[in-house]
């Protein structure tokens, strides 16, 4: 079965700096996606980032990336310049089969002004 | 566009009622996904469809769980007989298809609280 496995339950970050969330998982397959969602206090799961296990560079978007270490597994969410904005939950999560969503436990970030 | 929707947004009902959540997915997807939210379990599938195909019923966690899609579109997931570990957030998300790489867009959620 895969797992995802989020270490961080919380983080504390200034205004403008640079965070890095971290996130390992456990697969048997070796074709497999993992993706990153923000859910702020609002509730909702806002996509923020995919990266593909066959994928030769690591995903960007915007101040987003993501740090894909395959022979590690492990696919840590690097957050530029951090903002007030960014505040929420953030969770890891790896498409089983091309089906469903797994989840990690997910890490609350908070930014400091 | 219009992106998930989902009603209630909140919903509150006494154990042993049966309660009706609604998923409307985003237009022209043909994928649909429940999940539940919890303190205890974090966030779990419970069952996802997918066109015409039979459903993945594989995450509901008991035969008072069920879900039906209508025409292809909106979904219904209905709890019968709730109990109190059933409060949750129950989050419907659709995806344009089956491809991995493809996202899972999320609607607001429904509360469900059991009292």
């Known amino acids: 079965a895969q797992k995802i496995t989020q270490t961080q339950p919380g983080m504390f970050v200034q205004e403008k700096e640079a965070v890095t969330l971290d996130c390992t998982y456990d697969?048997?397959?070796?074709?497999?996606?993992l993706f990153w969602y923000k859910q702020p206090s609002s509730g909702e799961m806002i996509f923020l980032i995919y990266?593909?296990?066959?994928?030769?560079q690591n995903a960007t978007e915007g101040r987003y990336s993501l740090n894909f270490q395959k022979a590690r597994k492990s696919a840590n969410l690097v957050i530029s310049a951090s903002q007030l904005g960014d505040s929420a939950m953030y969770f890891c999560a790896m498409i089983q089969g091309a089906q469903k969503l797994v989840f990690g436990q997910g890490t609350r970030l908070t930014i400091n002004p | 566009g219009a992106g998930v929707s989902q009603s209630p947004s909140n919903k509150v009902t006494e154990k042993g009622k049966d309660v009706e959540l609604r998923c409307d997915p985003i237009?022209?997807?043909?994928?649909l996904y429940w999940y539940r939210q919890s303190l205890g379990q974090g966030l779990e599938f419970l069952i996802y469809f997918q066109g015409n195909s039979a459903p993945d019923k594989s995450g509901l966690p008991s035969d008072r769980f069920s879900a039906e899609r209508t025409g292809g579109s909106v979904s219904t997931l209905t709890i019968q007989r709730t109990q109190q570990e059933d409060s949750a957030v129950y989050l419907c998300?659709?995806?344009?298809?089956?491809?991995?790489?493809?996202?899972?867009?999320f609607g607001p959620g429904t509360r469900l609280l059991v009292l």
């Open positions: 990266q593909g296990s066959y994928d030769e």
């Open positions: 697969t048997s397959d070796q074709s497999y996606g």
């Open positions: 998300a659709s995806s344009s298809s089956l491809k991995r790489r493809e996202t899972q867009y």
């Open positions: 237009s022209g997807h043909t994928a």
